[in-house]
């Protein structure tokens, strides 16, 4: 039922996501913003793809990848179609405001979870923003009605694997590919997300009303 909400809205409001940005505090009392993409981030999802050092390529798309296309951009933009949908997570630097982030996450109603996978810039780890985004997914799912929290990683990404240690999630091996790590983590009820505006939308899904 909140997945359906959600497409609701999105179709219904889908020029103006506002709505549903959420403001982070880092660990450095910093702001970041997670907000859904828009069709004025392709420049800068582009330049923040390309400006990932090979490696961190590799290890967002396990596989060799030069960056985001313009195919794969205008995909990102189709927001709950197949219940899939992406954010970006944004800060002010120098006081212009620049991608450092992104996650990417699918609601699989039949298998009761979300899938997801994220990264963050080079320039920009060390900061607390992987841990922040991965809190933000765990609201996100739980506003879906997700009760479990899953993603894919290749058993040679030691940063994605301490993170998710970090936040809670255990491992084990993905079927189908001896390549990857799956990491889990069970996700909170409605009543216990820590998000408010993921909270709020979760609450007033559930009575069947969302308010413009």
Request: with cysteine; glycine share 10%; aromatic share 8%.
């Amino acid at each position: 039922m909140a997945s359906a909400a959600m497409m609701e809205w999105l179709h219904s409001h889908h020029d103006d996501l506002s709505r549903f940005a959420d403001v982070l505090r880092l660990r450095d009392g910093r702001s970041l913003t997670v907000r859904f993409v828009e069709p004025r981030d392709r420049a800068g999802l582009q330049a923040y793809f390309a400006a990932m050092a090979p490696a961190a390529r590799y290890n967002r798309f396990t596989g060799a990848s030069s960056g985001l296309s313009g195919g794969e951009f205008d995909r990102l933009l189709q927001l709950g179609e197949g219940d899939r949908y992406a954010v970006v997570a944004e800060m002010t630097i120098d006081g212009a405001t620049v991608i450092v982030g992104e996650a990417r996450y699918m609601y699989d109603e039949a298998a009761d979870r979300v899938e997801f996978g994220l990264s963050v810039g080079d320039a920009f780890r060390g900061l607390g923003i992987g841990f922040a985004l991965l809190s933000n997914l765990e609201c996100r799912a739980a506003a879906l009605g997700a009760h479990h929290l899953m993603g894919d990683t290749l058993g040679t990404n030691i940063e994605m694997q301490s993170l998710g240690r970090k936040a809670g999630f255990h491992f084990t091996r993905t079927p189908g590919d001896w390549r990857e790590v799956r990491l889990l983590k069970e996700v909170h009820p409605v009543a216990d997300i820590p998000c408010a505006s993921w909270r709020d939308f979760a609450t007033e899904s559930q009575t069947g009303r969302i308010d413009a």
